[in-house]
T-cell receptor, first 110, second 112 residues
Framework: DVKVTQSSRYLVKRTGEKVFLECVQD?????MFWYRQDPGLGLRLIYF???????EKGDIPEGYSVSREKKERFSLILESASTNQTSMYLC?????????FGQGTRLTVV | DQQVKQNSPSLSVQEGRISILNCDYT??????FLWYKKYPAEGPTFLIS?????DKNEDGRFTVFLNKSAKHLSLHIVPSQPGDSAVYFC???????????FGTGTSLTVIP
């Protein structure tokens, strides 16, 4: 079974904090993604990576950065958390056209 | 610009009846389409897919239909069960790319 694991299910952070969301996959997939899900807006792509140390901006990269130092790990960084970054964050990995998602991290910025 | 659209935010269906969820896309380069199901506080799980060389794919109670000329696909669930109540996302990808484009989702409620 493919496993994509996100480090936290729920997080509460203060405005201005630097926040790290970690994601690990165990299937040696080349591609990894970070999405956020908001009501009425569906899944919006923040960043994706198709190889170690490679990254591409998605539709809404502002306020975020990513790191992929190892193939199995893809980290999303909120440089200075703001209340409008309160959301459900979903990590995914893919190979041959099928994406597998982690369980999601519900981040609340207060 | 939304390349994959699900115009119905919600749908309610009686248990045992058919649920039909619709999805439209604009990019003719898309050649692989997927449906994901998502329960609250969980990640989306893959449900069924279809390649552009087909117009129908079946898996148990779930059937996906693709109309390439209309750039439209639909997911049929027959018979609908209360456990099918979830948000359903349509997604598309192109063979030449490595991104997935998701719709905004349809929340299905199956009424017992």
């Amino acid at each position: 079974d493919v496993k994509v694991t996100q480090s936290s299910r729920y997080l509460v952070k203060r405005t201005g904090e630097k926040v790290f969301l970690e994601c690990v996959q165990d299937m040696d997939h080349e591609n990894m993604f970070w999405y956020r899900q908001d009501p009425g807006l569906g899944l919006r792509l923040i960043y994706f990576s198709y190889d170690v140390k490679m990254k591409e901006k998605g539709d809404i990269p502002e306020g975020y950065s990513v790191s992929r130092e190892k193939k199995e790990r893809f980290s999303l960084i909120l440089e200075s958390a703001s209340t409008n970054q309160t959301s459900m964050y979903l990590c995914a990995s893919s190979f041959t056209g099928l994406a597998f998602f982690g369980q999601g991290t519900r981040l609340t910025v207060v | 610009d939304q390349q994959v659209k699900q115009n119905s935010p919600s749908l309610s269906v009686q248990e045992g009846r058919i649920s039909i969820l619709n999805c439209d896309y604009t990019n003719s380069m898309f050649d692989y389409f997927l449906w994901y199901k998502k329960y609250p506080a969980e990640g989306p799980t893959f449900l069924i897919s279809i390649s552009s060389i087909k117009d129908k794919n079946e898996d148990g109670r779930f059937t996906v239909f693709l109309n390439k000329s209309a750039k439209h696909l639909s997911l049929h669930i027959v018979p609908s069960q209360p456990g099918d109540s979830a948000v359903y996302f349509c997604a598309a990808s192109a063979y030449t790319g490595n991104q997935f484009y998701f719709g905004t989702g349809t929340s299905l409620t199956v009424i017992p």
